[in-house]
């Protein structure tokens, strides 16, 4: 029996306190404690009891000289964590420069009580026939005359085919009554009773899978024997959007099922529509699971628990969902991988592909990477052969890519035209409307002016708390911060100098929203952007009036843009192409270009041949070349060449710290401070890692806070990763820091 454990503690905040401790186990407990199990301990001084984890049983320890203390309180029966994740959680503690209460944090379901994970037993009530069949035979007879009686013959026959059967769906039937059940329970001829429920897994129907093309079949195959094979690999399955990459995946899982094994499917949130569950469903039955972020902590166990019971073999979620304990996990589907929403922004700062790769590895499973606009990232390991790369080329039925039209809005100027739409995008949506067809169009900002400013002194009006200018909303009438939410009252005079003309700048979706319903209100014309989908059903009524044709144009913001399928959208419009071109970010080309792709994506997907209008005042940019000549190879060439001659990822990784504060000589100062310990250990070490900044943040201000970064950047991510905790730790131990808060991002994707 195991004599001592190593423990860590979970409030443990501080840095130095973040490692495991060893304790003695108490005699009365040594033949219950197992690894994964969770423990109380007393810690600290005064030896408060403190939420522990075990990762470590051993039989004898090194003399340390003092007394160690000892593990009396158990709380889980059975671990809580298995071997791999708590390999997983190392992983991410290493991975990240993170903490152990971070990752523990997020492996495990949230709002976890001490106590075990309680799994209410699910129960129903069975409904099933008396063993008597000569009593209910008489029973029959003499109620054969009565008129009632039709119904509880049928109930009786249905019951002898329908052995597994609960009160439930049987009431569900048009032709069963709760008083014909009551009548014959009062007469003994069946009886109810309330069973435990147990998972029998639907079978696949298989009725429901759609005949590949050539492309998808190969694809399908390349799958199932790397499955068959059981070694890991991350697969990148490039495929123009419409050409079948779902069906590929529901197949390729298919095949993981056969093999016993179960499968995992990520998505960006904002997919998580009931579409896309049902179309799991119809093929898997109940052995599909969804998690999404409205569940409730209770809900999110509970899921947590069948996932370790194998009570589930597909879990489909958004990023959050990659942490799922599903029992012989083999294959880990990330759709739509390219989104940046994969990337978490809180501690510990995870990319759920990281986290989806090492999984695999553990497992010998595949990662399948499915996106129309791989990230550069992905495009580079696919094209050095670390991803295995497979192509779908051809969008299936008859479907055919769409017409693309560059407009340049400097000529519309010139013409006069001083609207929001250019005469070929108004043109366009008229034919579209006129010939039966459905218009998105996509404005990546939302409310009614994007800034005001003032004629005589051009003071711009900005938010108290934040560096960033106020959005105007017409429907509510007030000026509102898109970073803090915070509002105010629209201003009469300038509050600079007093003057009366004040100006409304800058078109956003709720402008154009005005704009459309004026020319083409007939049509029925609706927004979905963050302000019009708040309500818990907001942005699938919005999608369902799409559908069902009610509303015939739709703006929006780039929420429209993402994986909608709508076969009678015939024109796709990009109002400002130019907004994220030039955001102070080299991954702002990359950004532009997905975002371009994926809305020209929605049109023509049905039969009739798509058009898609782009307007921009860089008609030049090497993005809207690339879009204009569907030169999909030339971008990512480009593009990681220019990254390669500016040392930026993938040819690098950086190690990015934040430094806010609400005092701004306080961060400053901390900032400058702690630049100079990274700049005198990179000239002192070996290898040499380039400083950049410190710099004022992209948003200087957000919520009173102010920021200041400070980029390290590194050709090999491990000593990067040393180097940055490191000067960290020295840093932490010399100087004192009041006020200030230090953030670090490893490989971050946004930096603003
Ligand atoms: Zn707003
Ligand atoms: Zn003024
Ligand atoms: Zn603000």
Not at 298 to 325: C, T, W
């Amino acid at each position: 029996m195991p004599c001592y454990a190593q423990i860590i503690i979970q409030f443990a905040t501080v840095n130095e306190i973040d490692r495991p401790f060893t304790y003695e186990v108490a005699p009365e407990i040594s033949s219950r404690i197992q690894v994964g199990q969770r423990v109380k301990v007393p810690f600290g001084r005064y030896n408060h009891l403190q939420l522990g984890y075990v990762v470590k049983l051993m039989n004898e320890v090194q003399e340390t000289g003092y007394r160690l203390k000892k593990v009396v309180v158990l709380i889980d029966e059975k671990p809580i964590l298995d071997n791999k994740q708590l390999e997983l959680i190392s992983f991410i503690v290493d991975y990240y420069a993170t903490s152990y209460a971070a990752a523990i944090d997020v492996v495990l379901p949230p709002g976890l009580k001490e106590e075990p994970i309680a799994v209410e037993e699910m129960s129903e009530k069975k409904v099933r026939l008396v063993e008597d069949r000569i009593k209910l035979k008489a029973y029959c007879n003499a109620n054969a005359h009565k008129q009632t009686f039709a119904k509880q013959k049928w109930l009786i026959d249905y019951l002898r085919e329908h052995t597994d059967i609960n009160q439930k769906e049987l009431l569900a039937l048009p032709e069963v009554s709760a008083s014909s059940l009551k009548t014959l329970e009062k007469n003994g001829c069946i009886y109810i009773e309330e069973e435990k429920v147990v998972y029998r897994p639907d079978p696949i129907c298989e009725m429901r899978f759609k005949t590949l093309n050539d492309q998808q079949e190969q694809a399908v195959q390349y799958l199932k024997a790397l499955n068959e094979a059981n070694v890991y690999r991350t697969i990148l399955l490039e495929g123009v959007t419409g050409s079948g990459k779902t069906e590929v995946f529901l197949h390729a899982i298919r095949e993981v099922l056969m093999r016993g094994g179960t499968a995992l499917v990520l998505v960006p949130e904002i997919a998580l529509t009931d579409q896309t569950l049902f179309r799991f469903k119809e093929r898997f039955g109940n052995r599909v699971a969804l998690s999404h972020s409205r569940m409730s902590a209770k809900e999110r166990q509970r899921l947590y628990m069948r996932a370790k019971n194998n009570e589930v073999s597909i879990i489909i979620g958004p990023r959050s969902a990659v942490f799922m304990p599903l029992d012989n996990l083999k294959l880990i589907v990330v759709d739509e991988a390219h989104e940046s929403s994969y990337k978490s922004e809180t501690t510990p700062k995870y990319h759920a592909i990281d986290i989806a790769k090492k999984r695999m590895m553990q497992n010998k499973g595949q990662v399948l990477l499915a996106t129309a606009t791989p990230s550069i990232e992905s495009y580079a390991a696919a094209r050095s052969g670390e991803y295995s790369l497979l192509t779908l080329n051809k969008r299936i039925g008859e479907a055919v890519l769409p017409e693309v039209d560059v407009v340049d809005m400097r000529l519309e100027i010139q013409k006069g035209n001083n609207s929001v739409l250019s005469h070929t995008l108004f043109e366009a949506i008229k034919d579209a409307l006129e010939a039966d067809g459905q218009v998105m169009l996509l404005l990546n900002r939302r409310g009614y002016s994007t800034f005001i400013n003032c004629r005589s002194c051009g003071h711009v009006i900005k938010c108290d708390h934040c560096d960033v200018s106020m959005t105007y909303h017409a429907s509510q009438q007030i000026l509102q911060c898109h970073y803090c939410g915070k509002t105010s009252d629209v201003p009469e005079v300038c509050p600079e100098c007093g003057s009366k003309y004040i100006r409304f700048m800058g078109s956003g979706t709720e402008k154009v929203e005005a704009y459309l319903k004026e020319c083409f209100g007939n049509y029925g014309v609706a927004r979905m952007d963050m302000d019009t989908t708040t309500g818990k059903e907001g942005h699938q009524k919005i999608l369902s009036a799409f559908r069902k044709k009610e509303v015939r144009l739709l703006i929006g913001t780039q929420m429209i843009a993402k994986g909608h399928d709508f076969p009678a959208v015939t024109l796709v419009g990009v109002l400002s192409a130019d907004l994220s071109l030039f955001m102070q970010d080299f991954r702002s080309n990359e950004r532009t270009y997905q975002l371009l792709t994926q809305a020209m994506g929605r049109a023509g997907r049905g039969k009739e041949k798509g058009r898609v209008v782009i307007q921009t005042y860089n008609p030049n940019h090497l993005v809207m070349e690339v879009i204009r000549n569907n030169a999909q190879e030339a971008f990512y060439e480009q593009e990681l060449a220019n990254r390669e001659m500016l040392g930026y990822p993938p040819y690098t990784h950086i190690f990015s710290l934040l430094v806010s504060g609400l005092d701004e000589e306080e961060v400053i100062r901390t900032v400058q401070l702690l630049s100079q310990y990274y700049r005198y250990y990179s000239q002192k070490g070996q290898s040499h890692f380039r400083v950049i900044g410190p710099t004022s943040a992209v948003i200087s201000k957000i919520g009173d806070e102010y920021r200041w970064r400070l980029l390290i950047v590194g050709e090999e991510r491990e000593k990067l990763l040393i180097y940055g905790k490191f000067c960290l730790e020295k840093f932490y131990n010399k100087e004192k820091v009041s006020g200030t808060k230090i953030q670090w991002d490893v490989d971050p994707l946004a930096m603003l």
